[in-house]
């Protein structure tokens, strides 16, 4: 279980940078499997304007209709998590977000530290493959039609007793 994780996204647009963190969610990996899996309570991401916000989840997520964007999947190298060092990796899985399930390839590292396992990744995501739409009148001035998102966490194995 994760003891911190951090997603957040980022848009940059002619008008204004959107950007907002989700510090809630909390990720489950099998270091033995090399499962992962994540679910993201949307209405959890805080904006820096309350009106982008309730864009955002009223109007593009529709987090009402479909509360959570969820990843399965599975880390495609061997990472020895016994010892310490940092890993380039690929995470393979299904991204199901706005009702649209995509199979997705995540770069990202995995770093072990002292027993503890830092994740981190980046992809961007065009919000046309997940049915989520942008007003033409709104493209290219307040939204782009693609965001960055970015994954940070820091976990530590569970011990069985």
């Given at each position: 279980?994760?003891?911190?994780?951090?997603?957040s996204?980022?848009?940059?647009?002619?008008?204004e940078?959107?950007?907002?963190?989700n510090?809630?969610?909390?990720?489950?990996?099998?270091?033995?499997?090399?499962?992962?899996?994540?679910?993201?309570?949307?209405?959890e991401?805080?904006?820096?304007?309350?009106?982008?916000q309730?864009?955002?989840n009223e109007?593009?997520?529709?987090?009402?209709?479909?509360?959570?964007?969820?990843?399965?999947?599975k880390?495609?190298?061997?990472?020895?998590?016994?010892?310490?060092?940092?890993?380039?990796v690929?995470?393979?899985?299904?991204?199901?977000?706005?009702?649209?399930?995509?199979?997705?390839?995540?770069?990202?590292?995995i770093?072990?530290?002292?027993?503890?396992?830092?994740?981190?990744?980046?992809?961007?995501?065009?919000?046309a493959?997940?049915n989520?739409?942008?007003?033409?009148?709104?493209?290219g001035?307040?939204?782009?039609?693609?965001?960055?998102?970015?994954f940070?966490?820091?976990?530590?194995?569970?011990?069985?007793?």
């Amino acid at each position: 279980m994760a003891d911190s994780c951090r997603v957040s996204f980022f848009s940059a647009t002619a008008m204004e940078d959107i950007d907002a963190v989700n510090t809630i969610s909390k990720p489950v990996m099998s270091t033995a499997t090399g499962d992962i899996q994540i679910s993201i309570a949307n209405q959890e991401f805080i904006f820096k304007s309350h009106l982008m916000q309730e864009h955002f989840n009223e109007d593009y997520m529709e987090s009402d209709k479909y509360p959570h964007t969820i990843f399965k999947g599975k880390v495609k190298e061997q990472v020895d998590y016994s010892k310490d060092g940092c890993n380039a990796v690929t995470v393979i899985g299904t991204m199901d977000m706005h009702g649209v399930q995509k199979t997705v390839a995540i770069p990202g590292t995995i770093t072990v530290q002292n027993g503890i396992i830092f994740l981190s990744a980046k992809l961007e995501v065009i919000m046309a493959d997940y049915n989520i739409k942008v007003p033409k009148a709104i493209l290219g001035s307040n939204l782009a039609d693609h965001v960055s998102i970015t994954f940070n966490a820091t976990m530590k194995p569970y011990k069985v007793k």
